[in-house]
């Protein structure tokens, strides 16, 4: 892109403070939205094995309950393709608003979806392709959103906007851990069993219209605008942005995935499955998890968005190594410590500690991430970069750190973040960005 056309994209951007907040603003809320859908899956994961996948044992259904979890992730790859390269190609807002349709059907199938006992094998079948869908969506939101937020972000704010991507990914799981907390405390074992666990997914279905008008309202962001311009008026021809991000940035590709395993893998483990495994490992009651899960995003949405200012002053490179850091050798002494004491207060400090360090990793990396690929295959790269963790790191945690602790391996999720936080820091070994 010419020094022209990126001084008009960033005048278009200051020029007009207003657009920047409500892109922010709709962005993160459609985000949180999509993902509220996903995370309550992980949240009735008990519930939802018992009704789709009666075996044996309660760990057996719990195990094949979060295999389906992890079938979501092994299709995101191909969502991260086709929306990614939608995304550079048709813009981002179209791309968002179809992501979030996309997940709205999935979870509607979920919500629908009658259970083993009424029609047999159809049922898990139902349920897989209701996660098949919302890991379609959810492979193409990361890079869409995040492109979409920083590119309507000034230069010395891109950190602070892009750092609303997780925020609102925390804030989803606050919604999450809301209804949860409220279906767990109103309703007896019983009753959410039978149909309690059905009411998550329908409030999820209630909201969904929301965040898709508020997307197609939004604004095609300046860079991108003038990425088509410059492209009409070369009139040269393009590679497509998956061939180009492949061609042209393998060693980009290499190091953003380096890095998402961290952020995977910290969001997946201390955030989202942690409330899962204090109840089965530690004797931790339902509504006691979910009241400490509650807390700690809150606690999270802060300081990611405190992370990501904080990167647009003293570099995003900084906060990345010293949060992979402290994730390497913090998080066995605090799965101890509700070893030692699992009570309600112990649960709450060590889950709030959890989701403040993980905050300060993941609230920098999707701006860092952003900056390593230009305006044509921005949202491409991205989420290959991040699905492609996913994939492999994130989504069957749950499922292998359940049959790891059942085997006596109590530690394993603080081990399996170690590992990660190591891979992150090599992969920060080389890393540069614009604050760099």
């Known amino acids: 892109m010419s020094e022209m056309s990126l001084q008009n994209a960033a005048d278009v951007t200051r020029g007009d403070a207003r657009v920047g907040r409500r892109a922010v603003i709709a962005a993160s809320a459609g985000n949180a939205l999509e993902w509220y859908d996903f995370t309550v899956y992980a949240l009735f994961a008990v519930y939802i094995a018992k009704n789709f996948f009666p075996g044996a044992d309660q760990t057996t259904e719990l195990i094949k309950a979060f295999l389906a979890f992890g079938l979501g992730f092994v299709i995101r790859p191909l969502g991260a393709i086709v929306l990614g390269s939608y995304a550079d190609h048709a813009g981002r807002k179209a791309a968002l608003t179809l992501t979030i349709f996309l997940m709205a059907v999935g979870t509607l199938v979920i919500a629908a979806a009658p259970t083993y006992a009424a029609i047999g094998i159809g049922a898990p079948i139902l349920l897989l392709v209701g996660r098949v869908l919302q890991g379609f969506s959810a492979g193409g939101e990361v890079g869409g959103a995040a492109a979409f937020l920083v590119e309507h972000a000034p230069a010395d704010k891109k950190g602070r906007y892009a750092s ?153 490179k900084k906060i990345l190594v010293g949060a ?77 750190l359940t049959w790891l602790s059942q085997q006596g391996g109590i530690y394993a999720p603080a081990w399996y973040v170690t590992v990660a936080a190591i891979c992150a820091l090599v992969s920060l070994a080389t890393f540069k960005t614009s604050t760099e």
Request: glycine residues 8%; proline residues 5%; positive net charge.
């Open 164 to 316: 609303w991507l997780q925020a609102s990914m925390a804030m989803s799981n606050i919604i999450g851990a809301l209804v949860a907390f409220a279906v767990t405390s109103l309703l007896t074992q019983d009753q959410i069993g039978d149909w309690g666990w059905r009411i998550p997914f329908i409030i999820g279905l209630a909201i969904a219209p929301i965040g898709m008008w508020m997307r197609r309202t939004l604004d095609e962001t300046p860079h991108f605008k003038l990425e088509i311009e410059r492209h009409y008026k070369t009139s040269r021809a393009q590679r497509a942005p998956l061939t180009a991000v492949f061609s042209e940035f393998p060693r980009e590709l290499i190091k953003g995935v380096g890095m998402c395993v961290l952020w995977t893998v910290s969001t997946y483990t201390l955030v989202i499955f942690m409330p899962i495994y204090v109840q089965r490992t530690f004797g931790i009651t339902g509504s006691q998890a979910f009241m400490a899960a509650l807390i700690g995003n809150v606690f999270m949405v802060v300081t990611c968005v405190f992370a990501g200012a904080l990167s647009d002053k003293i570099g995003r």
């Open 324 to 400: 992979a850091i402290i994730l390497a050798l913090g998080t066995h002494p605090l799965l101890w410590l509700v070893k030692a004491s699992p009570t309600l207060e112990v649960m709450i400090f060590v889950q709030v500690t959890f989701c403040i360090i993980t905050a300060l990793f993941v609230g920098v990396a999707p701006a860092a991430l952003s900056e390593i690929f230009p305006t044509r295959v921005r949202s491409t790269g991205m989420s290959l970069c991040y699905n492609t963790a996913t994939t492999i790191f994130g989504g069957f945690a749950p499922a292998i």
